[in-house]
């Protein structure tokens, strides 16, 4: 530090001026008119380097750090940003935490005490707390949830005070998503983000939050309306393995489309819930959607798949296991699984397609052999509305298990027609 502007600190420093800065010698300048601001000169080959530092005590120790370079952030802005993290101090926020990632750079900084994971209001710590205390404990499948969040927000926001991120940091995070061809995901990070922080807010962790959207990022999402032609149901049925190459997953495709029912409900299923006798499937409400559980008729066909499923899984408790058999697969591998296969099956004439559109092509089969609507939407355990939906306890089993009959009957005919 130069002796002058030791001198000058001590003694009052003239007042900084944006004329001024240009003629500052070497050392570090402190601003009287902000507290803690200071600017720092240096000699460069080609002139003079000048950085804003903002200089405070954090825990009984001296720390500064720098804010911005001139003439990039001015004077008045410079003023404005220490102003910012003074009163991010007075909330007991360290200023080292309230800045995006890539603007901390330490200069003569004291090292942190503490790591991030430890400090409550650390985004770490939100996280950390959101995914054990609310995703684990209410999400029937959290895998995909905490992966996004540890994708796509901590390394964005690693080491920040969470109290700090702001809207404009949202709007931004999620504005990368769309941008790298992900709209749908960004969407997803949206949705998931603004329950991180209500969470926090419930906690304690944060007072607010940053999630203040007032329209989908990845704008409004068109709905499937892809269904299987009959077609496109005979190439698949005559021979399922020529299409999916594994077996297992040939019986998961055709369990899908002859039950109606949703990936992960099958993918988290156990041999417990399965009665090849009774030909039941029981989906418990902690693996149904909506918490709504349900018992789904088996036609003879889909106990044959599901004995063929048996035969597959070894000896493990899980209707699809994990290839040591301790877990059931994930259900998001089903669906990537049938995307590798595309290829093949667009060999048999069948284009591309998700696990879901067999579920909208057996909603469909059931309105062409004219099942009733509502029994139609109770084989897919929709939700009724209305009185009918608070009232009537009756499960349907009987007609439920004819109207999945008739679908299994016309399949059947497509398939050797």
């Not at 570090?28 to 003079?48: I, W």
């Not at 200089?55 to 804010?67: A, N, S």
């Not at 900084?109 to 939100?126: C, F, N, Q, R, W």
């Not at 709007?171 to 960004?186: C, F, M, S, T, Y």
Request: charged share 30%.
């Amino acid at each position: 530090m130069a002796t002058t502007s030791k001198l000058q600190t001590r003694q009052g420093a003239p007042k900084l001026t944006a004329t001024r800065l240009a003629t500052l010698p070497p050392g570090d300048h402190t601003d009287p008119a902000t507290s803690g601001l200071q600017m720092r000169v240096r000699k460069t080959a080609t002139g003079a380097s000048r950085t804003w530092l903002f200089r405070y005590t954090w825990r009984k120790e001296w720390v500064r750090i720098v804010i911005g370079h001139h003439p990039g952030m001015t004077l008045a802005e410079a003023r404005e940003r220490a102003i910012e993290l003074r009163k991010a101090i007075d909330e007991g926020i360290d200023p080292r935490r309230a800045r995006p990632r890539r603007r901390q750079m330490a200069a003569s900084a004291a090292p942190a005490t503490g790591t991030p994971s430890s400090d409550k209001h650390s985004i770490e710590y939100l996280v950390d707390e959101f995914i054990a205390r609310y995703l684990r404990p209410h999400r029937k499948a959290p895998e995909w949830a905490e992966a996004i969040l540890n994708r796509d927000v901590l390394p964005k926001w690693k080491g920040r005070d969470a109290r700090t991120i702001t809207p404009a940091e949202v709007i931004e995070r999620l504005d990368e998503i769309v941008e790298r061809g992900a709209p749908v995901l960004a969407n997803r990070t949206a949705s998931l983000l603004s329950q991180l922080f209500r969470f926090g807010i419930h906690r304690r962790i944060v007072a607010s939050s940053p999630v203040q959207l007032l329209y989908r990022p990845g704008g409004k999402e068109k709905p499937r309306e892809r269904t299987l032609t009959d077609a496109e149901l005979k190439a698949f049925l005559r021979d399922p393995k020529a299409c999916t190459r594994f077996e297992r997953l040939a019986h998961v495709a055709t369990i899908l489309l002859l039950t109606g029912q949703r990936r992960g409900e099958l993918a988290l299923a156990r041999w417990a819930d399965i009665d090849l006798q009774a030909r039941t499937w029981n989906i418990p409400d902690e693996i149904a959607k909506g918490g709504r559980g349900h018992i789904v008729p088996l036609s003879d066909w889909a106990v044959e798949e599901f004995a063929a499923l048996k035969r597959e899984s070894e000896g493990s408790k899980w209707v699809i296991p994990t290839a040591d058999g301790r877990e059931h697969i994930d259900p998001k591998q089903l669906s990537r699984s049938v995307a590798k296969c595309l290829e093949r099956f667009k060999k048999q004439g069948i284009a591309a397609f998700t696990l879901h559109d067999l579920r909208r092509t057996c909603r469909t089969g059931l309105s062409r052999l004219k099942v009733e609507p509502h029994i139609a939407e109770r084989v897919l355990n929709h939700a009724q509305a209305g009185v009918a939906g608070v009232y009537d306890r009756h499960a349907y089993l009987e007609e439920k298990r004819d109207a999945l009959e008739k679908w299994a009957a016309h399949l059947q005919g497509i398939s050797d027609a």
